[in-house]
């Protein structure tokens, strides 16, 4: 479905989160816009599959361009960084990756942003992943990167141990229908395994909640997180299976990553960013494979977009960058190496995209498996300035409960009552 980007984005602005104070511009680079030598820098988090190859590549093509990459840890660490140094009015890379959680917030500050409209690149995206990056009066603040079509990721060697099919369609297969199956063939699986089944809730609540529209905030603005019985099913369904199934993990953590590797679960949820990932953190591991398959249907998980802060000293030059970046050949090359999934239109259904497979998956059609999982997406769950908050508060509360082990669900919940209340 086709929307117009003016219609969508009236319904994402809102009101501000933080104050914003500009106090002057960056000299970001050396020359200006005037012409002669200038240094770019672009700011990433995890890993955008943005390689020194790819960036020689830009720069042989523009000799007077040199880039430098600096990479956040996390997705939080770039948060921080950028509504901070964007309050400031200085200090901001000439280009930001920004992430798909907290992007509305962004929205309410489009004046400090460059426009970066331009027919060179109209109909480049999904309808809705530019619509979201429009601003109410029309101005394409970002442009858009991966989104996060998901699939599951599983490993075949523990699934043997336990006497469960390995192939990959034959695992789709017996993975296929709603989340109460999923959990019911992992209690097969412990029941005769000393691994997990999933990684952690968090993960397991994140992705049946991104399976509706509405969760935390209605779309009219109306923060319905605490109210909403969608979110309170989800986070009972995904606590009840805890005990038995999951591996008490809390994700991006250094026990989290460390489980790709040594066994510590056997399935996880799996937004084709995460295949970097995995392959990074279990290198030596040759059971990790992915199924074409989703508890409930499809999901997107994540996506990001990158921005030119318009306090920069070549936002002309960042400008034509970021639109480089996100073409559909820079696009296709990142989903190769990370597994970022395009956002671009023209490539997603490309034999160049549905042909890619994935060695260390047991050379997994990766290209044509997310292809069909983005084809699956149904629903792009609205999000608005208090989103990041709330679900960061709402992830506390399934950790309490799953890894930390501090409070019970009850008392858990009540506390993100407290927290959900105290953010407004």
């Known amino acids: 479905m086709r929307l117009s980007r003016r219609k969508k984005a009236g319904a994402i602005a809102g009101a501000a989160v933080i104050a914003l104070v500009a106090t002057g511009c960056s000299a970001g680079a050396e020359g200006g816009e005037a012409g002669g030598k200038v240094n770019l820098t672009v700011a990433t988090f995890n890993d955008f599959g943005y390689t020194d190859e790819l960036f020689a590549e830009y720069e042989k093509e523009n000799p007077n361009v040199t880039i430098k990459q600096n990479k956040a840890a996390t997705s939080d660490d770039a948060r921080a960084n950028y509504f901070t140094k964007l309050g400031a009015g200085s200090g901001l890379a000439d280009i930001e990756a920004v992430e798909i959680d907290w992007f509305a917030e962004l929205l309410q500050y489009s004046d400090k942003l460059t426009d970066l409209s331009s027919p060179d690149v109209e109909d480049r995206w999904l309808d809705w992943k530019e619509a979201a990056a429009t601003d109410a009066d029309g101005k394409l603040i970002a442009y858009g990167t991966d989104i996060g079509p998901e699939a599951i990721c599983y490993r075949s060697d523990l699934f043997a141990a336990a006497g469960l099919p390995t192939d990959r369609a034959e695992v789709a297969a017996l993975l296929d229908g709603d989340w109460e199956n999923y959990f019911s063939v992992g209690e097969q699986f412990t029941a005769v395994s000393d691994a997990a089944w999933f990684d952690g809730s968090g993960a397991m609540l994140q992705g049946i909640l991104n399976q509706h529209e509405e969760t935390l905030e209605a779309t009219d603005g109306e923060v319905i997180a605490t109210t909403n019985p969608v979110v309170k099913d ?48 279990a290198p030596e591991v040759a059971g990790w494979d ?30 034509k ?4 970046l996100t073409a559909p050949e820079q696009q296709l090359k990142s989903f190769v190496k990370t597994g970022n999934f395009p956002s671009q239109l023209e490539i997603q259904e490309s034999e160049e995209l549905t042909s890619v497979t994935r060695p260390f998956f047991n050379d997994a059609p990766t290209g044509e498996i997310f292809a069909e999982r983005a084809a699956a997406i149904t629903v792009a769950p609205f999000k608005s300035v208090k989103y990041f908050p709330i679900m960061s508060s709402l992830q506390d509360a399934v950790n309490r409960v799953d890894v930390d082990k501090t409070q019970s669900a009850d008392d858990s919940w009540k506390q993100f009552e407290a927290d959900v209340e105290s953010i407004g």
């Open 321 to 324: 960058l970021a639109a480089w």
């Open 290 to 319: 992915v199924a074409n398959v989703f508890p409930g249907g499809g999901g997107n998980w994540g996506g990001s977009y990158l921005t030119v802060p318009a306090q920069g000293a070549n936002t002309e030059e960042a400008k």
């Open 234 to 281: 989800a986070y009972e369904q995904v606590l009840d299976a805890s005990p038995e199934l999951s591996a008490h993990l809390k994700q991006w953590s250094d026990d989290w990553t460390a489980g790709f590797a040594n066994g510590a679960f056997a399935t996880m949820l799996c937004p084709s960013w995460i295949l970097g990932n995995i392959e990074g953190a």
